[in-house]
């Protein structure tokens, strides 16, 4: 929590860089994400993406694929951007109202393990092939919150899309309440029996894509209900978690994007959760172990509704993840002063 007496500091400070520490206090919500999170061995093939896309295939009737990918990913938080000042006056009072936003920067790289597609494409592409990578901003908005708003996520995606997601952070003790995503379109009956332009996804949910994956017992990523992979890995010894919520439908945010993508595949709202679990074991420092899982949608519009209904399907694609923290920040970019102020 920042308190009154740290924002007079930011006044006295101004605005200055560090290093990303786990367990800052400037960070709130985010103080436990600093570092580096990765699929290492115990969460190997921990991620699941699926997305739907315009394509023609000659002597089909249908005009998308449901692509489908395994994943491992690495997410760096190295680097914080303190008392960030957004200037502001009470008119009735007649007097500064300046808010103060600590940010902390990431960046978001996945190579998929295994990947293929309804109807057979080709194009699903192999093992290692870069399929995301996205830079951004994670925001504690230390006071002056609107809208009961304190966190706000900004990323760019090299596709040609910008975003801003905002919302509300919590803390729980316990495991975390995995909600249940569908991730059948809208606007097209959800018959997966009846109706024949939904044959992608019926595939899937009678055979789900087990990527990489040969256990017996092993359930596969089912498209149709694409959290239960998520629900079903928590790990069985979550003593706290930190919630982390964000939305573009949320107040004033949303997403831009390059006319190409809005012509043929708009991605108009994202809805994404963090939730960082702390472990009742002990790393090799004698804290808690951290572990953690998001679950992402993005609803791209494409192709007029069959429901009669005005505007386009909305299509869910969906990314669900669970990694470990295996480093903590080892470096600043040298060009950036690191300058902290005085005591």
Do not use: C
Request: proline residues 9%; hydrophobic residues 40%; glycine residues 8%.
């Amino acid at each position: 929590m920042v308190t009154e007496a740290r924002i007079a500091q930011y006044k006295q400070s101004g605005r200055y860089f560090e290093k990303a520490v786990t367990g800052d206090e400037d960070l709130g919500p985010l103080k436990l994400l600093p570092g580096i999170w990765r699929n290492t061995e115990a969460f190997n093939g921990r991620g699941w993406n699926m997305i739907a896309l315009p394509f023609v295939k000659p002597g089909t009737r249908l005009d998308y694929r449901l692509l489908v990918n395994q994943y491992n990913e690495e997410l760096k938080f190295l680097l914080v951007d303190k008392a960030v000042p957004n200037r502001g006056i009470d008119r009735v009072a007649n007097a500064n109202t300046d808010q103060f936003v600590v940010t902390l920067d990431f960046e978001q790289s996945i190579k998929q393990i295994a990947a293929e597609d309804q109807p057979d494409s080709g194009l699903a592409g192999a093992a290692n092939l870069a399929i995301h990578h996205e830079p951004g901003l994670w925001l504690n908005m230390t006071n002056q919150q609107l809208d009961d708003i304190d966190i706000a996520r900004v990323s760019t995606i090299p596709h040609g899309d910008g975003l801003l997601a905002l919302g509300k952070a919590a803390v729980i003790n316990g495991p975390p309440s995995i909600p249940a995503i569908s991730g059948l379109p809208v606007g097209v009956p959800p018959d997966l029996e009846a109706n024949r332009y939904l044959a992608p996804y019926k595939h899937y949910n009678d055979a789900p894509f087990k990527g990489v994956i040969t256990a017996p017992g092993f359930p596969g990523f089912n498209p149709v209900q694409p959290h239960l992979l998520l629900q079903g890995g928590m790990p069985p010894n979550v003593t706290r978690t930190t919630v982390l919520h964000v939305s573009t439908t949320v107040s004033t945010g949303g997403i831009h994007n390059i006319p190409f993508v809005v012509k043929q595949a708009n991605a108009a709202e994202m809805v994404s959760t963090f939730w960082i679990m702390e472990l009742s074991d002990l790393d090799v420092h004698g804290k808690p172990k951290l572990v953690l899982a998001y679950s992402q949608v993005v609803i791209l519009d494409f192709f007029p509704r069959f429901d009669g209904q005005p505007g386009l399907i909305r299509w869910p694609h969906v990314s669900i993840n669970m990694m470990e923290k295996v480093e903590e920040p080892v470096e600043v970019d040298p060009v950036v002063p690191s300058v902290k102020p005085a005591a």
